[in-house]
């Protein structure tokens, strides 16, 4: 099955600044990659997805790159807020006939005022 | 609309007993999530279902939970009996039936068992 890794597990970084965070995949069928914001206490909720005919995707502050060949993906956050403080994670959608998500273990990314 | 609903938000049992969680898709909706979120593994799919029918259970842990879809508006997951390593957050989710579509999750369901 699809196994998704992410890194880092945790991210600070300085008001203004630019955050990345990585994940790679194993199933080269894989062509559906969600990234979901999960905030303290709440349910994840979708910011931003990207489809493998796609090398890149921008929404105002947030962007996803997509390198199919080396089977990874990232999630850029630029010019980040205190309110982008909140656990960030990755998926990608099994091939075949289960189509379900498998997430990678997650990002806390703490923005530092 | 509602968003998907769940329900107990909240649950605190004892050791051995029964516990149901209960999930209300959004309307139109015909894919269906179970997910389990700790600390220690993440977010685990459970479960999932199909026009009410289950695809795939391959992440059920054991023999103890087991989970229905009767209708297209109402699916339930049981734990039983229920155990401390159970402990966890529950999320339901829902979606259109293929890939690219969006899944919205519920509130989930805070289980503690005592």
């Given at each position: 099955g699809e196994n998704v890794e992410q890194h880092p597990s945790t991210l600070s970084v300085q008001e203004g600044d630019s955050a990345v965070i990585k994940c790679t995949y194993?199933?080269?069928?894989?062509?559906y990659f969600p990234w979901y914001k999960q905030e303290l206490g709440k349910r994840p909720q979708l910011i931003i997805d990207i489809r493998s005919n796609v090398g890149e995707k921008k929404d105002q502050r947030i962007a996803v790159t997509l390198n199919k060949t080396a089977k990874h993906f990232s999630l850029h956050i630029t010019e980040?807020?205190?309110?982008?403080s909140a656990v960030y994670f990755c998926a990608a959608t099994t091939s075949g006939s289960a189509r379900q998500l498998t997430f990678g273990s997650g990002t806390q990314l703490t923005v530092l005022p | 609309d509602a968003g998907v609903i769940q329900s107990p938000r909240h649950e605190v049992t004892e050791m051995g007993q029964e516990v149901t969680l209960r999930c209300k898709p959004i309307s139109g909706h015909n894919s269906l999530f179970w997910y389990r979120q700790t600390m220690m593994r993440g977010l685990e799919l459970l479960i999932y279902f199909n026009n009410n029918v289950p695809?795939?259970?391959?992440?059920?842990?054991?023999?103890r939970f087991s989970a229905k879809m009767p209708n297209a508006s109402f699916s339930t997951l049981k734990i039983?009996?229920?155990?401390?390593?159970?402990s966890a957050v529950y999320f339901c989710a829902s979606s259109r039936q293929g890939v690219g579509n969006e899944q919205f999750f519920g509130p989930g369901t805070r289980l503690t068992v005592l």
């Open positions: 194993s199933d080269s069928a894989s062509n980040t807020q205190p309110e982008d | 695809i795939d259970d391959s992440g059920m842990p054991e023999d039983q009996p229920s155990e401390p390593r159970d």
